[in-house]
């Protein structure tokens, strides 16, 4: 059973059995079975971007499933961590939310972690790991992993 039913931006009833996802038509290759890969993911259309205003600490909003948000480039110290909500209208109580860091600050400075999850909202968590203050906007990609009942 391949794609079953459009739901705009993915597929709902997916043929996933315990194999590799994003895996299909296999092909011969010398000899060998070779699949053809393609992108797990998103379309375009489902993400948005948002700039944090004030402080590292301020609540962002975005309401898209995928995104990144460009962090404000207050001053973190050594050994601080920031908390901060990221309220978005697509996460479920019990969603996942995949978040990194995807640039724009010193690499291996810092630990992102998501905090907390409820009904519309992620809290995501910066701590400065480098052993020095650090001014920098940080950016971070994310993706909201559905895992409704519904």
Do not use: H, W
Request: net charge negative; glycine share 12%.
């Amino acid at each position: 059973m391949g794609n079953t039913k459009s739901i705009g931006v993915a597929y709902l009833d997916q043929d996933i059995d315990g194999g590799t996802i994003g895996l299909t038509d296999p092909q011969i290759v010398r000899g060998t079975d070779v699949y053809a890969t393609e992108a797990l993911g998103y379309c375009s259309c489902a993400f948005g971007e948002v700039t944090q205003l004030t402080s590292k600490s301020t609540a962002v909003t975005l309401n898209t499933p995928s995104g990144r948000i460009t962090m404000n480039n207050q001053a973190i110290g050594a050994s601080v961590v920031i908390l901060f909500r990221m309220n978005n209208s697509t996460i479920g109580a019990n969603d996942a939310i995949i978040a990194n860091i995807s640039n724009g600050g010193t690499a291996g400075a810092y630990i992102l972690y998501v905090a907390e999850i409820g009904v519309g909202f992620a809290d995501l968590a910066l701590f400065n790991v480098s052993g020095g203050s650090l001014s920098e906007a940080v950016k971070i990609n994310f993706a909201v992993i559905n895992n409704r009942d519904d």
